[in-house]
């Protein structure tokens, strides 16, 4: 009988786990989807000079801001130039709405898959309203600021309607990909692909800081410093991430025959983020929705004085360098995770207590009912605002820590990458997790 070694029994072991569930397959999948997606990101628009615009795009923030999250598929002008921005965008809108439109909540809440489906359905036609819209301002954006970068023999005509046209697709094109890495790949397929824009730019980062840095040895110990700070807040991230408060809940007793089943305690865990990063890419969405439209208005020839310095300074107040942007990042992360925390169908108080009470089941020294109701709802109230607070504040720290030590090459990778890279690979590793489960019982019921 051949002999294995202990670290050749563990890779075994982990290989035969990758089989269970199809958890190869979806890996697999996965990877594969993100393979097109960033080759994709390679693909030029028609008609478009990619260096020189990267070379007039370098000192417009919102350009580099929302390249960061495109995966370098705006700044290279890519046929999926708008990445997943429409969707979210649009999923954004459609939560939203369900909380105010009674159909859209019914739909929601009570028509169970086949309304979800028709609820995604209009999602998906909100998302193609909003990238034809989008990508009018980002073909407005080349042929009034960046014309230079359009080539000189292209007829402007049809490389306006072209150009909106296949920037639109490809945005339909990047939701499509998103939905089937959901449906058939690990972790959500639209957090997925914004984190791979983000960990497609590192390099970027991380050379620029090294020319910088080399050219400066005063920067050496500020960016040791930037580096313990990005570190400690990514451990904030992950506690914060996996933090929960866990109500105890008593079980009755049963007894069927000669056996007696139930009677055990067990818990309800309510997280202190319950929203995980979708409180992040909900309040970039909204920010940019007002920028967008902003910088629409700055290309469009307004003939009043006054009106363009209006424009100009609201533009600025909105600035993503700016401190305005910033409280008002900080005050839009609070309030979206306690919004996306009362949208959450497993976080109702109101369900739990009418669950708890129809199988009999209490919190110790709270009557069932509504005094349950209202206690899970105290509860969930601190916890959520705990974890906002600290959410809120996080996403600050390394924004500030950049202007600080005045290595701003970094801040590209502030809190919003941060908060979503950990939050996408956590969110990966519990669905893995999830995935496992099934081997778990299987070794279990062998026993």
């Not at 958890?23 to 990619?50: E, H, N, S, W």
């Not at 424009?311 to 979206?336: K, R």
């Not at 919190?363 to 906002?388: H, M, V």
């Amino acid at each position: 009988m051949q002999q294995y070694t202990p670290n050749q029994q563990n890779l075994q072991a982990m290989l035969s786990n990758l089989n269970i569930a199809g958890l190869k397959t979806k890996i697999i999948f996965t990877l594969a989807m993100i393979a097109v997606f960033r080759l994709c990101a390679q693909l030029p628009l028609f008609g478009i000079d990619a260096k020189t615009f990267a070379n007039l795009a370098a000192a417009n923030n919102l350009i580099g801001f929302l390249d960061m999250f495109s995966g370098g598929a705006l700044g290279s002008v890519s046929i999926i130039a708008l990445g997943i921005g429409p969707y979210i965008t649009s999923s954004i809108i459609m939560q939203l709405l369900a909380v105010v439109i009674p159909h859209l909540e019914q739909l929601q809440k009570e028509e169970g898959e086949a309304g979800r489906r028709k609820l995604s359905q209009y999602t998906r036609i909100f998302t193609v309203v909003i990238a034809a819209i989008q990508s009018l301002v980002f073909v407005v954006y080349l042929l009034k600021t960046a014309k230079g970068a359009i080539m000189p023999d292209v007829n402007l005509t049809f490389f306006a309607i072209g150009s909106v046209i296949i920037l639109t697709a490809g945005s339909a094109f990047t939701m499509w990909l998103a939905e089937l890495m959901t449906e058939r790949g690990i972790g959500n397929g639209a957090s997925m692909l914004i984190f791979c824009g983000i960990i497609s730019k590192i390099p970027f980062y991380a050379n620029n800081t090294a020319k910088l840095v080399a050219g400066n040895s005063s920067l050496q110990p500020g960016l040791l410093l930037l580096i313990a700070i990005f570190t400690a807040t990514m451990i904030l991230i992950v506690i914060m991430h996996e933090a929960a408060r866990k109500v105890i809940i008593v079980n009755p007793r049963r007894q069927v025959g000669n056996k007696v089943y139930g009677g055990t305690n067990t818990f309800i865990p309510f997280k202190l983020n319950p929203g995980g990063v979708m409180p992040i890419i909900f309040a970039i969405a909204i920010l940019l929705f007002p920028t967008t439209v902003i910088d629409l208005l700055r290309q469009v020839n307004i003939g009043n004085e006054q009106l363009q310095n209006i424009i100009a300074a609201v533009a600025n107040f909105l600035s993503p360098s700016g401190a305005a942007y910033e409280i008002i990042y900080f005050l839009l992360i609070f309030g979206l995770t306690f919004f996306y925390a009362s949208i959450i169908p497993n976080l109702q108080p109101k369900e739990i207590a009418a669950n708890l009470k129809k199988y009999g089941s209490s919190i110790p020294g709270i009557k069932p009912g509504k005094p349950t109701a209202e206690a899970l709802d105290r509860i969930l109230s601190k916890t959520t605002f705990i974890g906002a607070l600290g959410l809120a504040i996080v996403a600050l720290i390394p924004s500030m820590a950049c202007k600080i030590t005045h290595i701003t090459t970094l801040q590209g990778i502030g809190a919003t990458s941060l908060i979503i890279m950990v939050g996408v690979a956590l969110d990966f590793i519990n669905q893995v997790r999830t995935n496992l489960l099934p081997k778990n019982y299987e070794s279990f019921l062998r026993q």
